[in-house]
Structure formats: C-alpha cells, structure tokens
C-alpha cells in the first residue's frame, strides 16, 4: 500500500501476520536505495490489506483489531478492537471507511485521527469478499449473492 512517502507491506505464514515493513523509495539522497522507514510485528493482517487515507494507515487484523498509524512515522495514533473475524480488506468512501466481518455485520467509521463508530448495518448472509466501489455504488458479493448499494439514477 502506498501510504504518503512510505510502501507499507505485510507478511505472513501460518493463516496469520507475522511481520511488516514502510520503506521508503530510494532516491538521491540515498544513492537510489531504498530504506525501512519503520516496521510492525503485532496485529498484523494476514488477508485483509491495509488501507491510507491522508496521512494515517489503517491495518486490519482478521482478529477485528483496527490501528491507525501515522503513515511517516508508524506511530500509533489509536487501536481498536471491533469484534468479528475479517477478511474483506477495508474500504473508504466520502470520508468514511467500510469494514465487513465474515458473519456479514458491516461497520462503518469515520476516516480520520480520531476513532469514530458511525454505524452498523447487517448483510443478508455471510461473506469474505472485499466491497468493490464503482460509478457511485457499492458492490459487495456474499456466499450466494451480489448486493448494489448506492442512489437509484434517473433515467430523465
């Protein structure tokens, strides 16, 4: 993921995150070489990728625990414990960010430096899929089926 001035990656074995790096690219100052600018080693996503939204990183665990992080620095800015196993990666639209458990309970947050629950919403069935957002519209595939959600178009 491309988090301001750093590529933040994630690694795992054994179904859960065991390591990460931000590296910086290289450039002149560096010969060209790139360098690690921070790392993390504890509640690390093994599936869900992580998501930058200005200058904060927001990392995933399937475990259901959410960390903003200051995308330069790595510092912590909060971590939260949502509750649920995920392995839809989060999404962010108009200023919010969307998280869906595997039981199908979608949570919604504000984007930002500061935790804020905006609300839940609870999906017909069960799914592992990451949302897709597309001409004003969220689509998110459960076990059996395709759901849109997004304002109906006029055809006027």
């Known amino acids: 993921v491309v988090a301001g001035s750093v590529i933040f990656a994630t690694a795992g074995s054994g179904g859960a995150g065991r390591e990460s790096a931000a590296v910086r690219p290289g450039d002149a100052q560096t010969g060209g070489h790139p360098t ?12 869900p990728t992580p998501i930058a939204i200005g200058d904060h990183l927001f990392i995933l665990s399937e475990a259901g625990i ?3 992080v ?19 990666s989060p999404v962010s639209v108009n200023g919010r960010i969307y998280l869906i458990t595997r039981n199908g309970e979608m949570i919604v947050l504000k984007a930002g430096p500061e935790y804020k629950d905006l609300g839940k919403s609870i999906l017909p069935e ?15 595939r459960t076990l059996t089926s395709l759901i849109c959600v997004g304002a109906a178009r006029s055809e006027n």
């Open 66 to 68: 959410l960390t903003c």
């Open 36 to 47: 690690v600018a921070w790392n993390m080693n504890r509640t690390l996503p093994y599936v």
């Open 126 to 140: 069960t799914t592992d899929a990451t949302p897709a957002i597309a001409n004003g519209r969220m689509y998110i």
């Open 70 to 88: 200051a995308s330069a620095t790595g510092n912590q800015v909060w971590q939260k414990r949502l509750g649920g196993n995920f392995y839809a």
